[in-house]
């Protein structure tokens, strides 16, 4: 019991120690055999996923969370004698524990994908380092609650993802990766510029206590901007999309399923900038109306603009990274019409709510199909050597299990009734046409020329005769099918259960960004 | 305003002055610039300039250096520089090699598979 306790207490830190520290030891442990590395990257994950399932249903009963480094007990906030807290401390309320599982989940999938997807190559220890890292990178901007230390986990994420991007160099992985690398040092220096903004006004690093003291100064408004436009840069939103497409067609299939997700966790910091960092302020200020709106005509652009670019394309990983950036304007549509209307109660209680649960709802959806379909993407590469839909045909007829997974990855992104995804959309498409018709109009319109674009890929991969260089081609190993197994699982509980989603780990997540107040009162206390 | 407030203005606005000045330099630099390896040296200007504005900050003229045992035994403590800025600065120095590192190596494969390091020429990926 008292171990449990042990756990519970310093579950937080632990969910990121234990992969930090596994990072390390995994050159080592492969030293042993190929398999007892594979088998302890993939047990740090799980590990890191159980000892999260136990903070989230102690967050779940007791609310939101903090953990003080350094302090002799982790609960004291404010040293003694101090107004405002110096140390590095980490916040972990309903937002941040679901996109805790979100990280993990896809981890999990992908780590276990790579057993075979990589046994080709050479150089393996290094490569799942760098794995852990980037689930480190992750974790840490969403468990922490000082900005340092996200613009910190922020640059680890950049380093580890970008390096595995480019790790096999073959083809064009370079030219991805240094791209990739580019706008994210770019945008990792704007955050930096931000957070000096912030700190020489008003002397803390810590979220709360600066949203607590935030005066919103033209200089705050500039700041706000800055630190806006370093998120939205890495989390491939319209108008810095560009390195989207290239560094997830050029990354490995299990790596491009975790660059959803660190672009998520870029998400998840822009809404917990504009959400807990600011939301007092912009209340205050009525400001945030305008603030919403951007939100929204960066999402709007996303969608439209992805899924156009998307319908011409042949490479089949390009085609899906395009349609990433048009799932990724769904979330800020659903969250930016939430920001819109957050001072005004009656109309936050008559849509704006339900917009949020869409659009929150929507990124695990997302993360899990949207990895789905890379893996899937990935089988189809390591069975055909090729991306070229156009040289592709007939694969269904000895990769059923891929087949499969596509079908379910395709109907999920697509919106198709009992799937997930329709399940988020329409709780978008609903609130978001009270806010404005048009809105609604063109998510569907994009919703449905998605289907088509999957349509074409479905077609021209899997179905017609069995091409003759592929005579040979049969399923892939038993690995990566239990990797794609894992994800496909989660989307068929929430195809099933998406009412019990919603209710389990949706609205503690809205619940958490709407309230600000609390967010700031764990640490500074008053009101 | 007589010529010694003048100056003192000066004095306290120049490091900030410098900073805009290397921002806009990188920015200008990694969206103009057609070679890698002058993309890079900008990124690098932009971190320049941003550590520059964390150690301006914590720095006022004639403060001493943050360590407690080692300062004069009559130092008024409003007389510290501020040591947060400092580590802040160290962190993001650290990482900004890190970062230089890797694209510069990065470079070097790009040469090797295209021979040239003129971005107009690199376009294998797009569309």
């Known amino acids: 019991m008292q171990f449990v306790e042990f756990i519970s207490t310093h579950a937080p830190i632990l969910i990121l120690a234990i992969p930090l520290i596994c990072a390390f030891l995994t050159p080592l442990v492969s030293r042993i055999s190929d398999k007892a590395r594979n088998i302890f990257v993939t047990c740090a994950i799980a590990l890191s996923l159980a000892t999260a399932v136990l903070l989230a249903l102690d967050i779940y009963a007791n609310g939101a969370r903090t953990y003080v480094f350094g302090a002799t007990s982790p609960g004291i906030v404010l040293p003694s004698g101090m107004n405002l807290p110096i140390r590095i401390m980490y916040e972990v309320d309903g937002m941040s524990i679901f996109m805790v599982f979100i990280s993990l989940i896809v981890a999990l999938g992908a780590s276990i994908y790579s057993w075979a997807a990589t046994d080709k190559y050479t150089g393996k220890d290094r490569y799942y380092t760098l794995l852990l890292l980037m689930v480190v990178g992750m974790l840490g901007m969403e468990l922490t ?13 950049s380093i580890s993802s970008s390096a595995l991007t480019a790790y096999y160099i073959e083809g064009d992985s370079a030219e991805g990766g240094l791209k990739y690398m580019l706008l994210s040092a770019i945008g990792g220096l704007f955050v930096l510029i931000a957070i000096t903004l912030l700190y020489s006004q008003y002397n803390v690093l810590n979220m709360a206590a600066l949203a607590s003291s935030i005066q919103y100064t033209t200089l705050d408004i500039v700041a706000l901007g800055i630190l806006m436009t370093g998120f939205v840069m890495k ?12 560094a997830y067609t050029v990354s490995p299939a299990n790596i491009t399923a975790m660059l959803v997700t660190a672009s998520q ?9 504009s959400f807990t960092l600011f939301g007092k302020s912009i209340i205050e200020n009525m400001t945030y109306g305008t603030v919403g709106i951007i939100l929204i005509v960066i999402g709007v652009l996303s969608m439209f603009v992805g899924v156009t670019m998307a319908l011409p394309q042949h490479d089949v990983k390009r ?31 008559a849509f704006g709510y339900k917009a949020m649960e869409g659009g929150i709802f929507h990124i695990i959806n997302h993360a899990m199909y ?4 890379f893996l899937t993407a990935g089988a189809m590469l390591y069975m055909t050597g090729t991306r070229d839909l156009n040289k592709m045909g007939g694969l269904g007829h000895k990769m059923p299990w891929t087949a499969g997974f596509f079908i379910i990855g395709a109907l999920a992104i697509s919106g198709v009734p009992p799937m997930n995804g329709f399940a988020s959309k329409l709780l978008i498409y609903e609130s978001v046409y009270q806010f404005s018709p048009l809105l609604s109009i063109i998510a569907m319109v994009v919703s449905i020329l998605t289907l088509a674009s999957f349509v074409k890929v479905f077609h021209s991969a899997f179905m017609g005769p069995q091409l003759s260089d592929y005579r040979n081609a049969k399923e892939v190993p038993k690995s990566m099918i239990v990797g794609m197994c894992v994800l496909a699982a989660v989307i068929v509980v ?10 389990t780990i949706v609205d503690p ?6 309230n600000n107040a609390g967010y700031v009162h764990n640490v500074v206390g008053g009101a | 305003m007589n010529a010694e407030t003048i100056l003192e203005l000066i004095y306290a606005y120049t490091p900030f002055a410098c900073v805009a000045a290397l921002i806009i330099l990188g920015l200008y630099c990694c969206i103009v610039r057609r070679n890698i390896i002058k993309i890079i040296l900008g990124v690098s200007v932009i971190e320049s300039g941003a550590n520059l504005f964390l150690i301006a900050h914590g720095y006022r003229t004639g403060s001493v250096a943050p360590i407690y045992t080692l300062s004069p035994s009559d130092t008024n403590p409003l007389n510290y520089a501020l040591p947060i800025p400092q580590a802040l600065t ?8 890190a970062v230089a590192a890797l694209m510069l190596s990065l470079a070097i494969h790009i040469y090797r598979k295209y021979g040239t390091l003129d971005v107009r020429k690199i376009t294998k990926l797009k569309g």
């Open chain 1, 145 to 157: 609650g000082d900005i340092f230390n996200m613009f910190v986990f922020f640059e680890i994420l």
């Open chain 1, 235 to 246: 989390c491939g939103a319209v108008p810095l999309h560009m390195v989207t497409p290239d």
């Open chain 1, 265 to 273: 966790a870029c998400l998840y910091a822009l809404f917990r900038v």
């Open chain 1, 319 to 349: 085609l899906m990274a395009y349609h990433a950036v048009s799932q990724t304007g769904y979330m800020l549509l659903g969250v930016g019409v939430g920001l819109a209307v957050m001072g005004d109660s009656s109309q936050m209680d």
């Open chain 1, 370 to 373: 949207k990895g789905l379909l």
């Open chain 1, 494 to 503: 929430f195809s099933l259960f998406p009412d019990w989603a919603v209710k």
């Open chain 1, 509 to 514: 997540a809205v619940d958490a960004l709407l």
């Open chain 2, 90 to 97: 160290l962190t993001s120095i650290v990482i900004g090699v």
